[in-house]
């Protein structure tokens, strides 16, 4: 019983310390297979140390290149790579370049494809996320939803067998390092003050960030702010920063680790992103959350004002950040903190039963 895990993304390290974990205590062999799409120290390596992330048994050091000439080599890469192997099955996580390249090697190869996140739909095909999950999906044989969305989602696209709701692993791993994140000096590290009002903020899209239009409507929304915007800049953005002014209160920081992250966000006083991982993790802290973009995949995350979908729209913005949220409308969205060890246990009778 071996599988092959492809990860390459920042936010797939995160997913996979948490399902690794119970795969291995469920008696899974798994070889972590690292593409190499992300590779900067802080987009990267320090995730692994952290979380405590097995040794990949393999890096194939692909890096960065246009869409298709990325999925391209590591497709090259890893068809020889299972070809060595021979996994009884590949697992992927969400929806990048590195996902879909695992995905379409695998089903050439005639090895069943385990999809975790799956049934996520933003309906804007123009995000290469959306096209990566399409695919993704309609290969794969074993197939994890965060919610009853995806499941649903799924059924409507014809794909009914060995498909289960099992949460998400990101509250997982939200939940085991909440205590660290909370009780961590890492803010002090960065002259942050305890008690300082602030907001936390990612915009890396290309839709925003590349667009100049775009991005200068979400920087002047975060100008009429009386409080601090901390952003800690994508490598990819460094060149966009350098054709803005940023207002005096934005302040870029470098990638964060994780628990660095969780940090800056259980001390925000609100959120403005255009991930898809941070809208959750807001909601799951308690925190309000303005999500630049015009569309999200977690849904369920907009009921009673805990997400609004502002697009990168001043105005709109600035309308979010003054509405009212019910405290007592929060409740348990996309599990129970115990998803990798459902996982775990569909995997294994899926790899002995088929
Ligand atoms: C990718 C995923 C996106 C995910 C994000 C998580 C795809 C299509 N997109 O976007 O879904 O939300 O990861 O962070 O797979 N770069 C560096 N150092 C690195 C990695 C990248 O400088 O370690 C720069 C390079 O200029 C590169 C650019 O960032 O060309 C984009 O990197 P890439 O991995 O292609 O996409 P992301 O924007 O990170």
Redesign the pocket.
């Known amino acids: 019983m071996n599988i092959s895990t492809v990860i390459g993304?920042?936010?797939q390290f995160v997913k996979a310390a948490v399902v690794s974990q119970a795969l291995k205590n469920a008696g899974i062999i798994e070889l972590i297979i690292h593409t190499g799409?992300?590779?900067?120290e802080k987009?990267?390596q320090i995730f692994w140390e952290e979380l405590s992330i097995p040794e990949p048994h393999k890096n194939l050091e692909i890096g960065?290149y246009s869409?298709s000439l990325?999925t391209a080599k590591i497709m090259m890469a890893l068809e020889n790579e299972f070809a060595h192997t021979k996994p009884s099955a590949v697992m992927v996580y969400g929806?990048?370049?590195?996902t879909l390249a695992a995905a379409l090697v695998a089903s050439k190869m005639n090895i069943p494809l385990i999809h975790i996140e799956a049934g996520l739909r933003s309906f804007n095909r123009e995000m290469?996320?959306e096209i990566?999950r399409i695919v993704t999906d309609t290969l794969s044989s074993l197939l994890f939803c965060s919610s009853d969305e995806g499941v649903k989602q799924l059924r409507k696209e014809g794909i009914t067998v060995n498909v289960f709701e099992v949460g998400d692993v990101m509250y997982d791993a939200f939940e085991r390092f909440k205590g660290p994140a909370i009780s961590s000096a890492e803010l002090y590290k960065y002259g942050i003050a305890g008690n300082e009002k602030f907001a936390l903020a990612t915009i890396?899209r290309p839709s925003n960030t590349d667009n100049l239009n775009n991005l200068t409507q979400i920087l002047g929304a975060f100008s009429e702010l009386d409080y601090m915007v901390y952003w800690p800049v994508?490598?990819?953005n460094k060149i966009n920063l350098e054709r803005v002014v940023l207002p005096k209160n934005i302040r870029t920081l470098p990638p964060l680790s994780y628990i660095e992250m969780q940090s800056f966000l259980h001390k925000s006083a609100i959120v403005f992103t255009d991930?898809?991982g941070l809208q959750k993790e807001a909601y799951w802290a308690r925190k309000p959350c303005v999500t630049l973009r015009n569309e999200t995949e977690w849904s369920e995350t907009t009921k009673n004002n805990w997400n609004i979908l502002a697009g990168p729209v001043k105005e709109n913005i600035l309308k979010a950040v003054k509405k009212e949220i019910d405290m007592n409308s929060w409740k348990r969205l996309y599990g129970d903190g115990n998803s990798a060890e459902r996982i775990a246990k569909k995997v294994k009778e899926f790899l002995v039963n088929g």
């Open positions: 993304a920042r936010p799409q992300h590779y900067d987009m990267s960065s869409h990325q929806d990048t370049n590195s290469p996320e990566n890396h994508h490598p990819r991930s898809g």
